[in-house]
Structure formats: C-alpha cells, structure tokens
C-alpha cells in the first residue's frame, strides 16, 4: 500500500481560484423545483474532476492522501464561489494500512483479504489448525457456536447477525489465535472490525464458495499473514452553508467524499458527492428560502464514518438542536442500479428499526420525488454503514437514497428496475473497476434531481418532518429517542 503523502499540490491553485469568485451575493430566489435546476451532464463534469483528481495522485481519493485533499479543495473552491460559508474543520484518527495478506489452507493459497483494523500477524505469519464454527440464524455471536477445539485454532465463521468484530472477539475470548470470516452471499466480504480498539486477533475476508469449500476442511494446517499497521492522520470535512434562512431550523445533506485506496471511487461515493455539490450550486449560497441549507462533505468515512461522527460529536445539544433532519447520499449511480430510499419508518420489518420521528416523512418525500419520475423505489434498512449513523444516534430525522453496493439484484427488481439479477448492484464495490467508466449515467440523474427536490422542499419547510418546532420544542423529543447503535463503516457486518 502506497506511503501517506501529507502534502496538498493543489491547495494553492483551488484557495486562489476561491478567492476569486468569493463576493456578496445578494439573496436570490430558490428554483420552484430545484431538481429541474440540476443537469446530470453537470453532475458528471464533477465525477471527471475526481478521477482525474485520482488519475493524478496514486489512482486514489482516500483520506489523508493528497487525492483527498485534492478533492476537498476542489469542492471547496466551487462552494466558495457559489457564495457558501465554507470552513473546512480538521479532525484526527488512526489510518489502517495494510503491507500485505497472504492466507493458505493445507497448503494450497486461499484468495482473500484482511478485515480492516485486522491486528498484524508475527513476521512470516502464523500457523494453526483451522476450526468450524457453527452455520445457525447468528453464526459465531455466542460462544456455543465454536467447536471445543477453538482454543489455538484459526477459526472459521459465516458472516451474519453480529458484527465482525464481536465474532473475532468471542473466538479470541475462547483462545482463537485468528477468524476467516466467508460471505453470506455472492462477492467479496469487504469487512472492517470498526475501531482498532475493537481488534483482537488478526482476521481474514473470503467469500462464499471459498468459506463453503473451508468449512469442509476442519483441521486442516492454516497459514495465515498479514502485516499491517496503524498512523495517527490529520484530515478535513467540508461544511457549507447558506448565508441566508433560519439557522435555528437547518437543513443538513451530507455525502462522503473519500474512497478506498484501492481506487478512485467514482460510485463510492464520487456519485453522492457530485449531486450534492451540483445541487449547492443550483441553490445558491444566498437563496430566498426560510431555511439554511447546510452541505457536508465527509471525510474518513471509509475508515469507520470518522468525519461525520466527530462533526456531530463535535456540535452542543443546542447546535444539534439547530439541524432540523439530515439526508445522507451515498452511492447513487451503481451500474446494476437499484432505487432504495432508508425505511425510516421501518415499515419493511427488517434489521434496526426505525430512525428517529420524522424520519418516516423523509423517506415518503424522496420516495415520492422519484416516482415523479416515474421509478418506484423500495426501502432499505438503517444498518450503519453509512454517515447518518451519528445523527441517528442523537435523535435527528434522518433519510437518503442509495442505488446499492454488495447486495445482489433479484429477478422482481430487475424486472421493475432493469438491469442483471443476481447479480450485486455494483460490482466494482471497493476496487480499482469504481471509476468514470462504471457508473450508470441514468440513474444518476435521476438520484440527482430526486436529491435536489427534496431538498429545495425541506428549504422551504420541513413542517412535515417536524412541524417546523421551535429549538425547546425538538429539544425534550429528541432526548426521548431511543438511539439505534451506530455500528460504523460500510461492511462490519
């Protein structure tokens, strides 16, 4: 894996470009329909910018890399000129870095990966029988799961139910010396244990056929290595706000905007940023609109949704009281495209429940705003794999859409949607194929136009979300919210 650079080759160019444009803009009316306002040939110029953003600095945008801060004064910049308040808050965590991973099992190599924060193995690696825990409805979440023998062993468990790092934390507590965990379904594992403070003995990803094939192998002689380390990283949010609207009453949207390391990552999540940032540009930074509009562009998300859990930790109960709801984008042009605003009223049934009260309002809205377009969208769970978690956790409506990452299409999707079943919604998930030429023009607009719809709505009144409360009213609801746990970065689960 490629060194962290801390230098910002294009800072001086973007901060005088900025400077330029920043002038007084007088308050100017909002668009009726501000989705009409935003192009997608629009949105994509922005997806070129950031792949060449990437093109030139070691084919990625990851934070702390100089891709990143590329792409952070790229986004700026435009702000800046569109007339927002832009500050860019710094932050720091630990990066993860991997060096290198090789798994064999009976002496034959095993294709895979290790899960993110996956503690280092002794140089050279680590040798020990492989153990099997147990397939049920949570496999490896309790211990009953794991065979006798589990002590000294690597141990195998099937992805599901718990997170990764509490199965890796309960085959460490009875004596594993390491986990593989395999897929549930098709495709790679793509995992992370979530907080280095969570790792304990050092974990591999494989997928389905391969775990299948293992499961049949209890015994057989494991060598697992992985050589991987931690650095302390100083990285930066964007935050830009309107000059105008209640600022007791703010509309917040939010996309992430680093990648992996593997690649550029043009769908995860150059998409959401480039509909949100085109949308800030359509509105203006001095609409004639009762609300403000905050925009965010997060960074380290892919390290365990880092930047928006400190910017929300970062803000008093009073200033939480301020955000009226937030609405997450991230992913909304997967090549194998499906439509998913998050179910926030949990009416499909299915994993954290609902989000906070409101958050039912704003799946409505945005469904509604796509099927002005004639596409129907269908819900998808709270899970925590995205940057709402935080705002979810301190009782803040909260809502987005999402076209799809590593889950497989099904036949009545494709059938509604278009598109290959059984296939995953974006193949290129996580690797160096997430660039310009894998994403679906298509449903990118039409993400983009249903984004800027609603929140042209919301700048004009949230009243439907939260009755446009008072500050004192919001207040003694929100304490009342029992928050969903934030479970982290896109796969710990």
Not at 194 to 222: H, K, N
Not at 347 to 357: L, N, R, T, Y
Not at 359 to 371: H, K, N, Q
Not at 457 to 480: K, L
Request: charged share 20%; aromatic share 6%.
């Amino acid at each position: 894996m490629t060194a962290v650079r801390s230098g910002r080759r294009f800072a001086a160019v973007f901060t005088t470009f900025a400077a330029a444009l920043l002038v007084a803009a007088p308050a100017s009316a909002a668009p009726a329909d501000l989705g009409a306002q935003v192009e997608v040939d629009a949105v994509h110029r922005h997806l070129v910018a950031l792949q060449r953003i990437a093109d030139s600095n070691d084919g990625n945008r990851a934070s702390g890399r100089e891709g990143y801060e590329a792409s952070v004064d790229y986004v700026a910049a435009k702000l800046r000129g569109a007339g927002f308040d832009v500050t860019t808050p710094e932050f720091d965590y630990q990066a993860y870095f991997l060096d290198s991973f090789a798994l064999a099992v009976a002496g034959a190599p095993v294709a895979g990966d290790a899960l993110e924060y996956s503690p280092a193995t002794p140089q050279g690696g680590l040798t020990a029988p492989l153990s099997v825990a147990a397939v049920d409805d949570t496999p490896g979440c309790e211990a009953a799961d794991f065979p006798a023998d589990v002590a000294g062993s690597v141990a195998l468990v099937q992805r599901g139910s718990c997170t990764f790092a509490e199965k890796q934390q309960i085959a460490a507590d009875l004596g594993a010396v390491g986990t593989i965990i395999y897929n549930n379904v098709e495709g790679p594992v793509n995992g992370t244990l979530g907080d280095p403070a969570d790792a304990r003995i050092p974990s591999a990803g494989v997928d389905l056929a391969t775990g299948q094939r293992l499961a049949e192998q209890a015994g057989a002689e494991v060598h697992l290595d992985v050589q991987s380390r931690l650095q302390d990283i100083t990285t930066r949010n964007v935050i830009a706000q309107t000059r105008t609207g209640r600022t007791d009453n703010v509309v917040t949207a939010g996309a992430h905007l680093d990648s992996v390391a593997e690649g550029a990552g043009i769908n995860d999540n150059g998409s959401g940023t480039a509909g949100l940032l085109e949308t800030a540009l359509a509105l203006g930074g001095a609409p004639d609109t009762p609300n403000a509009v905050r925009f965010a562009f997060w960074g380290a998300e892919e390290s365990g949704l880092v930047g928006s859990t400190k910017y929300v930790q970062s803000l008093s109960f009073e200033q939480q009281l301020d955000i009226a709801l937030y609405l997450n984008f991230d992913m909304i042009g997967s090549p194998n495209a499906g439509y998913f605003a998050y179910d926030g009223d949990d009416s499909d049934g299915v994993g954290a429940g609902p989000g906070p009260h409101g958050s039912g309002a704003i799946e409505r809205d945005l469904g509604a705003a796509l099927l002005a377009q004639g596409v129907e969208v269908e819900g998808t769970d709270f899970d925590g794999r995205s940057d709402y978690g935080e705002f979810i956790a301190n009782g803040i409506p909260a809502g987005g859409l999402f076209t799809g990452g590593d889950g497989t299409k099904t036949e009545a999707q494709a059938a509604k949607w278009g598109g290959t079943a059984g296939q995953n919604f974006d193949p290129n998930y996580h690797t160096p194929q997430d660039n310009l030429s894998n994403v679906d023009k298509v449903a990118l607009e039409r993400n983009a136009k249903a984004l800027a719809t609603t929140i042209g709505q919301y700048a004009q009144s949230t009243e439907g979300v939260n009755g446009a409360q008072a500050r004192a009213a919001r207040a003694g609801f929100r304490t009342e919210q029992a928050p969903l746990p934030a479970l982290g970065d896109h796969d710990r689960i």
